[in-house]
């Protein structure tokens, strides 16, 4: 779940794992981007997705991915 939009009672699409801090927030086809707000406000801009059978990284900064 992510964990802002718990807090505001918010609904999410897919989630995304800050690679730095291990937080678990919405991407940004959620209509909150808890996933790239975190990432550009706390300068940690790796992200993978928490989707079972996802095995991806996006860095927002380099607008770079890859799967693993």
Excluded at 8 to 16: D, K, P
Excluded at 33 to 49: D, E, L, M, R
Excluded at 61 to 68: K, L
């Amino acid at each position: 779940e992510c964990e802002e939009c718990v807090k505001i009672g918010a609904q999410w699409v897919h989630l995304r794992t800050c690679q730095e801090c291990g937080v678990t927030l919405c991407c940004d086809s959620s209509p909150n981007h808890h996933a790239s707000k975190h990432a550009h406000q706390s300068a940690h801009p790796v992200i993978a997705s928490a989707q079972p059978g996802e095995r991806w990284l996006y860095c927002y900064s380099d607008d770079a991915f890859v799967e693993y």
